[in-house]
């Protein structure tokens, strides 16, 4: 069983920057896909940006540019950093870890196993 603990959430002006925290246990495989995703109320939850076991990193098109998913192995780490903030990125975020090697999207929610409880970000 893998834990995800996000942090780091918080109430911003337009324009602002917040950087948001995955915590994950050690014992997390190293064979894993880790996401970012969102959930605006009355809205579905869509995918955000995600990191493979390769280092490799893709955001959904819309929010590239604006938003960089980084990892640091040493503090068993997800990050997700928001510069130039909107209104319309309010949200609840949440972090998530799947296997590595599934052939579905990686923006698929119900693909992965694993989810954190969230964060909150407003932004006004």
């Known amino acids: 069983h893998v834990q995800l603990v996000e942090s780091g959430g918080g109430s911003v002006q337009a324009g602002g920057s917040l950087r948001l925290s995955c915590a994950f246990d050690?014992?997390?495989?190293?064979?894993?896909?880790m996401a970012w995703f969102r959930q605006a109320p009355g809205k579905e939850r869509e995918g955000v940006a995600s990191l493979a076991s390769d280092g490799s990193s893709i955001y959904a098109n819309s929010l590239k540019g604006r938003f960089t998913i980084s990892q640091d192995n040493a503090k068993n780490t997800v990050y997700l950093q928001m510069n130039s903030l909107k209104p319309e990125d309010t949200a609840m975020y949440y972090c998530?870890?799947?296997?590595?090697?599934?052939?579905?999207?990686?923006?698929?929610?119900?693909?992965?196993?694993?989810w954190g409880q969230g964060t909150q970000v407003t932004v006004s």
């Open positions: 998530a870890v799947r296997v590595s090697g599934f052939l579905s999207p990686w923006y698929y929610d119900t693909t992965y196993t694993y």
């Open positions: 050690a014992y997390t495989p190293a064979n894993v896909r």
